[in-house]
């Protein structure tokens, strides 16, 4: 696959999920639907990686690092949202965090995660087609 087919995979893979994660939340798996939230983003931000750098993308799922190794210019909350996000990856797959994680996702939190998925969502594919 060359650049623009490699970008556009991701962009097409994270509008998939996106809409993944609206099911889950819209059924009440609020943990899984954040769980795939940060999909969403992990995909998008090594779409702008690859239109920013090369196609040997990252393969983390650390936002911010991927972000920063992207040379993307983050505002300080938006640094802290990634490393939040980052967190439900881990929370949502380990047996250890798990339960814990699942009594944190309440349908409000899981709620005010998901609007700021979105958002960020539709900033990054703003300066992924800058």
Not at 1 to 20: Q, R
Not at 27 to 33: I, P
Not at 48 to 72: C, S, V, W
């Amino acid at each position: 696959m060359n650049k623009d087919s490699t970008i556009n995979y991701w962009i097409e893979s994270a509008a998939c999920d996106e809409k993944a994660m609206n099911t889950l939340f819209d059924n009440g798996h609020y943990s899984w639907a954040l769980f795939i939230g940060h999909l969403v983003i992990e995909k998008l931000l090594k779409a702008f990686y690859i239109k920013n750098k090369d196609l040997d993308f990252p393969h983390i799922h650390q936002l911010l690092r991927i972000a920063e190794e992207a040379g993307l210019d983050l505002a300080d909350d938006q640094k802290d949202f990634l490393l939040e996000v980052t967190t439900f990856n881990i929370k949502a797959r380990y047996a250890d965090y798990k339960s814990r994680f699942q009594k944190k996702a309440t349908r409000e939190f899981t709620e005010r995660y998901i609007v700021k998925i979105r958002e960020f969502r539709e900033w990054l594919q703003m300066k992924i087609n800058e």
